[in-house]
């Protein structure tokens, strides 16, 4: 009898403490967004390659003493600022894996997640003329990078029900956190690496679809973005497409 008193109690409490819970996993794609500059504190400092930013005339004499002093003439260091300022890091799709898990409020979702973002970039001379001479103002030439963050967010979203159709409802998001941006730079075989923890956020706008009254899939298009990253003098800006499942407790 008090066996069956016991297991009755545990059913009745596992149903209120875990009623409207619910985890889920995505993942999908990524694309961050091209930028142009002139300036990479990572392989400056890390395999001195003489680049400075241009936004002061201290550090345009600067660069024009650096290529005179080396036996440079006036035409390397026009063409010098001109692949400077051209400079381009380019990046290329990658992917990215989250977990979630929260607490559903009716209409409202509240909870924390964690996300793997992974992908790679190049970072590139877009001025491209053989006729200048810039060897002695850019030693490593073009080099390549991958960048992988670990994020942890607070996020909350909002199913828009008024416009649900058959099993689909809108839903619109956001989540704030920090993430750890760990950047690898490689240039002639040698690579450096350097980690930041950085502040990050996140926008959603996404489908979700009742598969079961416990199971939904979820279709998110995702704005990510960060803080300045100091190894390249950059704000994460990325697009994201992601699919996934999420399970409801009740």
């Known amino acids: 009898m008090n066996s069956k008193i016991i297991l009755f109690t545990l059913m009745i409490f596992s149903s209120t403490t875990f009623?409207?819970?619910?985890?889920?996993?995505?993942?999908?794609?990524?694309?961050?967004?091209?930028?142009?500059?002139?300036?990479?504190?990572?392989a400056r400092e890390e395999f001195e390659v003489n680049s400075y930013k241009t936004s002061?005339?201290?550090?345009?004499?600067?660069?024009?003493?650096?290529?005179?002093?080396n036996g440079g003439t006036d035409k390397d260091f026009l063409a010098a600022i001109k692949h400077l300022m051209s400079m381009r890091l380019v990046y290329k799709p990658g992917f990215n894996f989250k977990v979630h898990g929260g607490y559903k409020?009716?209409?409202?979702?509240?909870?924390?997640?964690?996300?793997?973002?992974?992908?790679?970039y190049k970072h590139i001379m877009a001025v491209d003329d053989s006729t200048e001479q810039v060897s002695?103002?850019?030693?490593?030439?073009?080099?390549s990078g991958k960048t992988a963050i670990h994020?942890?967010?607070?996020?909350?979203?909002?199913?828009i029900n008024k416009l649900s159709f058959y099993r689909f409802t809108p839903i619109v998001g956001a989540g704030l956190g920090f993430a750890n941006v760990k950047d690898k730079l490689t240039s002639n075989d040698e690579t450096k690496e350097r980690s930041q923890v950085v502040f990050a956020y996140q926008f959603k706008l996404g489908l979700n679809f009742t598969i079961t009254k416990n199971f939904t899939a979820t279709l998110d298009g995702v704005y990510f973005g960060t803080s300045e990253v100091k190894a390249?003098?950059?704000?994460?800006k990325q697009g994201q497409l992601n699919l996934g499942v999420r399970y409801r407790f009740n």
């Open 151 to 159: 994020t942890g967010l607070a996020f909350v979203e909002y199913e």
């Open 232 to 236: 390249t003098n950059y704000k994460i």
């Open 19 to 42: 009623a409207n819970f619910f985890v889920g996993v995505d993942g999908g794609f990524n694309k961050s967004r091209q930028t142009g500059v002139g300036d990479l504190p990572m």
């Open 105 to 120: 409020f009716k209409y409202i979702n509240a909870g924390i997640s964690y996300q793997y973002i992974n992908y790679s």
């Open 56 to 69: 002061d005339d201290d550090e345009v004499d600067r660069i024009e003493n650096d290529i005179l002093d």
């Open 136 to 143: 002695i103002f850019w030693k490593a030439g073009n080099m």
